[in-house]
Nanobody, 123 residues
Framework: VQLQASGGGSVQAGDSLRLSCASS????????LGWFRQAPGKDREFVASINWGSRSTFYDQSVKGRFAISRDTAKNTVYLQMNSLRPEDTAVYYC?????????????????WGQGTQVTVSS
């Protein structure tokens, strides 16, 4: 399985973006897809995740209520709808695959990663 992230761009504060992460192969119901982000000079941090089978979701507190993660099983794609974007959301966003619970947030637990997509939010 390979993951391909897309949808990043440069927007103004308050705008919205939708990121997509397409899988090249089937995703099993026991797997979870997560979104992470990494700003310059900072560690990669968890943003949101979704279990492929149950659709259970989990969000970092910093994005709760603004971001929404979803998945389309027919397209083997997970989405991250980002609303009310803030300058502090600026980062490279990555999607990743984990065999396990969506409540696992440590990047080291995710074994398959897509390439990043840049999100830049200006004030």
């Amino acid at each position: 399985v390979q993951l391909q992230a897309s949808g990043g761009g440069s927007v103004q504060a308050g705008d919205s973006l939708r990121l997509s992460c397409a899988s090249s192969g089937r995703i099993f119901s026991s797997s979870s897809l997560g979104w992470f982000r990494q700003a310059p000079g900072k560690d990669r941090e968890f943003v949101a995740s979704i279990n492929w089978g149950s659709r259970s979701t989990f969000y970092d507190q910093s994005v709760k209520g603004r971001f929404a993660i979803s998945r389309d099983t027919a397209k083997n794609t997970v989405y991250l709808q980002m609303n009310s974007l803030r300058p502090e959301d600026t980062a490279v966003y990555y999607c990743a695959l984990l065999t396990g619970s969506p409540y696992i947030t440590g990047p080291a637990n995710y074994k398959i990663w897509g390439q990043g997509t840049q999100v830049t939010v200006s004030s």
